[in-house]
């Protein structure tokens, strides 16, 4: 089960592997646009594998050819936004058929098949996953990433407002330029509604231009390849997604909704998704669980959202190694007891649900107005 050992998240305290081939980049803007790909490793095997990785000669050479581009935030890009090695793959993630599928069909095999989607079949280039916090709509962008083969960039639109304001209206332009040349790409926004909810625009410039830079660079998206598209008849290689996540999507102001041609809601898992989470986290750690307990705690968690069930099985796991008390110096990894049924009941006193009864029927109201069904 993948979730667990990829935990670390990219925003919010999310961890991915960065790409850090790049990492020698600028501080300042008498930055060289022929980066420093020679990594400073004492391992020699490892400084190796860098230099002939093809993904460093392919950066090497955008970085030597940029045009009408920032070099400074060129480097900012692949160095703090580009990622590489998330590795989530669909079965990484529990439930959620519908809108795995509906991802396969409108990027994924667009991706990988271009050749096949083209005209009115042509890739869209707007989707947005909302839902309640901790459903796994980040774990579907880097799924998404990985299985269509795609560079992914990830950003969360509060940084772009907070640490990169400033500079963020060069970093869009930078982000959509770079999309583009290592094309297929997915830019992954989270936390959208902070950057096109009508809240944020009027009330301060910057970011108002920040999300006109934003709308222009998407719309020259679709632009460029219908123009592509009819000169060339040829595949399209402009294929860049923006994939967007919210759990706040009725803050998004009209305009900015339109453009996300589809809107998949992420939902609290069901019944069946619940307890194939938890037995998924639960088949990586000592337990007496019986059939019968898992669906005792499946019922007993309904409303958890995926992120609340790791959570719980986490406190759960630790409950035999409180027993242990002064005893856990000196015990043997195999002496500690399994987990059981009764630690998840002690652990629910402290792990609760995360998401409202009420907030969800808001949740559902506007799936029912504007998401799409599939
Ligand atoms: P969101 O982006 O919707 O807030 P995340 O994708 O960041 O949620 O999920 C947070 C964590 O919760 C994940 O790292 C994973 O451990 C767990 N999680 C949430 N949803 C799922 C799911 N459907 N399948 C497996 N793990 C999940």
Redesign the pocket.
Same mark, same amino acid.
């Given at each position: 089960?993948g979730?667990?050992k990829? %935990?670390q998240?990219v925003h919010?305290g999310?961890s991915v592997k960065r790409i850090d081939t790049l990492k020698t980049g600028p501080k300042s803007k008498s930055v060289p646009t022929t980066p420093n790909t020679e990594h400073k490793s004492l391992d020699p095997a490892k400084s190796r594998s860098r230099e002939t990785s093809p993904l460093d000669s392919r950066l090497k050479h955008i970085m030597q050819t940029l045009e009408g581009v920032d070099p400074t935030a060129c480097q900012q890009i692949i160095n703090d936004i580009m990622v590489s090695n998330s590795h989530i793959y669909w079965d990484?993630?529990?439930?959620?058929e519908k809108a795995k599928n509906s991802l396969k069909e409108a990027v994924v095999y667009p991706f990988l098949r271009p050749d096949l989607f083209k005209g009115l079949r042509e890739p869209i280039r707007g989707m947005l996953?909302f839902?309640?916090?901790? #459903?796994?709509? #980040?774990?579907?962008?880097k799924a998404v990433a990985t299985e269509s083969k795609s560079t992914f960039f990830s950003i969360s639109a509060s940084s772009l407002l907070s640490k990169y304001l400033g500079e963020s209206e060069k970093l869009v332009r930078a982000l959509f330029y770079l999309a583009k040349r290592m094309a297929p790409s997915i830019i992954f926004i989270?936390e959208i509604d902070s950057l096109l909810g009508d809240r944020s625009d009027n009330t301060n410039e910057s970011s108002r231009r920040i999300k006109t830079e934003l709308l222009i660079q998407w719309s020259e998206l679709s632009s460029a390849t219908a123009r592509e598209d009819k000169e060339n008849d040829s595949p399209l290689d402009n294929r860049v997604l923006v994939l967007s996540?919210t759990?706040l999507p009725w803050i998004i102001d009209e305009a900015a909704r339109r453009r996300f041609t589809r809107r998949l809601y992420?939902p609290l898992?069901d019944c069946e %998704?619940r307890l194939y989470?938890l037995k998924?986290l639960m088949s990586r750690q000592k337990n007496n669980l019986s059939e019968e307990d898992f669906n005792k705690i499946t019922s007993m968690i309904e409303g958890y959202?995926?992120?609340d069930? %790791?959570a719980l099985a986490k406190e759960a796991a630790m409950e035999p190694i409180r027993d242990l008390g002064d005893d856990l110096m000196n015990i043997n990894f195999e002496n500690v007891r399994p987990v059981g049924l009764s630690d998840f009941l002690e652990a629910m006193a402290t792990v609760k649900m995360s998401v409202s009864k009420e907030s969800l029927k808001q949740y559902e109201q506007w799936a029912h107005l504007y998401g799409s069904t599939g």
């Open positions: 089960f979730s667990e990829n %935990t998240p919010r999310k990484d993630i529990a439930g959620l996953l839902g309640p916090p901790g #459903t796994g709509k #980040t774990m579907i962008a989270d996540a759990n992420i898992p %998704t989470h998924k959202s995926g992120s069930i %790791t």
